[in-house]
């Protein structure tokens, strides 16, 4: 199988406001047609990163390149990239086609053909009919379309999205979150995706790179960071996840077992650990199960402590013999058979609890 070439590489990047170091020399490639999506926490760099691919930031280290060409230097208007910025900017007042066509009329297009490239970025985003409505007539998603067709209509080979989704309700963004990846892949157009949301990233991404100050820690696709986290952050960043420290006590080719607060847990593991070494056990609270009595699979008990229920959801708070609380979630199809201050036993497949090493988050390398 021929492997893709990278549609746009960033090699090096490094940014710094005075003494802060923003960037701290990361590499990124993004190949044509996938949908990448940054995700972090508020102040990673995810931003700032868009910003230089953009040409929106020029005082950086390093190198970017756009189909193999050096675009490093160029300023944003010859790069063919273009940004959706979480603001929208749509200008007050222009109706909708003339917000659509304002790109192309500067670039001297004749008046015919940016009416019909108008048309039919209106039809790309479902919003045929509406062009001579001004942006304050418009509903919230509707804005965001209008922002998106003026940026698809100038043809990019790359498209940013700066947390477009941001402003919106809750139904409302996950509606457009299916409308983005539906206009993507029927465009073909590579989607850069800048986002502090999870599920987001996790719902609409072929791939996630996980930033954290100023760095990537993984980059991989959804399943792969959620069910083979290679950090402690990574594994407490992405879902709900009961997170274990113990120190291997024993270990033999794939297996091993962690000493936690008098537990003995088996593991599985795709790394080289020793005896001794400090470790973590990433647990995603929808994979722990319970009952009233012992499974034959693993052997923690526990104190039922507290059911709470979200929607279709109930989420169970159970305490060990150390004190740690552990959360299991499930969906509810029937009356649980556990109630609050009974023992119950814990058990999960080994094969979907990742183990990570341990290291204080605010000091991961």
Partial sequence: MQVKEPLLTLRGIQKSYGDTHVLKGIDLDIYPGEFLTLLGPSGCGKTTTLRVIAGLE?????KITLEGE?????????????TVFQNLALFPHMNVEKNIGYGLKMRGMKKDEIARRVENALSMVQLDGQGKKMPSQLSGGQKQRVALARALVLQPKLLLLDEPLSALDLNLRRHMQG?????????????????????????MSDRVALMRDGQFIQIGAPAELYDSPESLFAAAFMGQSNILRGVIGGCSEGKAVLEVGGLSIPCVTHRPVLVGDEMALCLRAERLHYAPHPTGKIHISGILR???????VQRTKIELPDGQILLAQRQIDAQDECSVGSRVFLWWDMAAAALVP???MNHEN
């Avoid at 507290?306 to 279709?312: A, F, S, V």
């Fill in 70 to 82: 050096d675009i490093t230097a160029l300023p944003p208007e010859k790069r063919a990239i273009n």
């Fill in 58 to 62: 020029t005082d950086h280290a390093g």
């Fill in 306 to 312: 507290e059911h709470t229920y979200i929607g279709g």
């Fill in 179 to 203: 409308e983005l990846k539906r206009m993507q892949k029927e465009l073909g157009i590579a989607f850069l995706y800048i986002t502090h949301d999870q599920e987001e990233a996790l719902n």
């Fill in 358 to 360: 341990w290291r204080d």
